[in-house]
Every structure is written in C-alpha cells, then in structure tokens.
C-alpha cells in the first residue's frame, strides 16, 4: 500500500487549502478513507472520513469547515478545509481504515 499526501503548506488565518491522497496497492472503490492529524506534541486524531459508499463524518472540531471527498477513478482523496485557524497546524495523513499503513503526510502550517 502506498499513500502520497499533498496539498499542504503556509497560510494565514480564514484561509483554504485543499489537501490530495493518491492511493495505490489496494481496491481503493472498496475501501474507507480516513483523513487524520498530528500536532506537534499531540497524538494523532482523526478529523474526516469518506467511506466506501461516499458516507462522511467529521469530528466536531473541524465540521462546517472542512469538506471530504474521494475521485474513484483517481483513486484519490481530498480534504478541502477552508476558514482555517492555527489550531489546524498539524501534519495530515490519510489512510485506508483497514490497512494499518501510514504514508509521510503533508504540514499545513496556519499563521494568525
């Protein structure tokens, strides 16, 4: 399973960036993708999941803000997260739900 997040970089507060994940090695269409987190000095959360039949969650922190979606045929996610704040500034990871593999992620990096 390989897993190449982009998307990420610096920007300022009120903000958008829309992060990608391209996904290979497994059956994407069959599998739920989870898009997750990690401050520095945190542990990682989950913020966003797209499931295998287009069903979204959203943890509380960042829903009404951030919007999940997957491109089957590009065999890629994405997270577009707009209205940032810098308690986004984390590293993002997505990750098929049952294969415990962890690509290198993308830093978004949100200024005040």
């Known amino acids: 399973v390989q897993l190449q997040a982009s998307g990420g970089g610096l920007v300022q507060a009120g903000g958008s960036l829309r992060l990608s994940c391209v996904v290979s090695?497994?059956?994407?269409?069959?599998?739920?993708m989870d898009w997750y987190r990690q401050a520095p000095g945190s542990q990682r959360e989950l913020v966003a999941t797209?499931?295998?039949?287009?069903?979204?969650w959203y943890a509380d922190s960042v829903k009404g803000r951030f919007t999940a979606s997957r491109a089957v045929t590009k065999r890629t996610v994405y997270l577009q997260m707009d209205n940032l704040k810098p308690e986004d500034t984390a590293t993002y990871y997505c990750?098929?739900?049952?294969?415990?593999?962890w690509g290198q992620g993308t830093l978004v990096t949100v200024s005040s």
């Open positions: 990750r098929p739900r049952r294969h415990n593999v």
């Open positions: 090695g497994i059956l994407f269409s069959a599998n739920t």
């Open positions: 797209v499931t295998n039949s287009d069903r979204l």
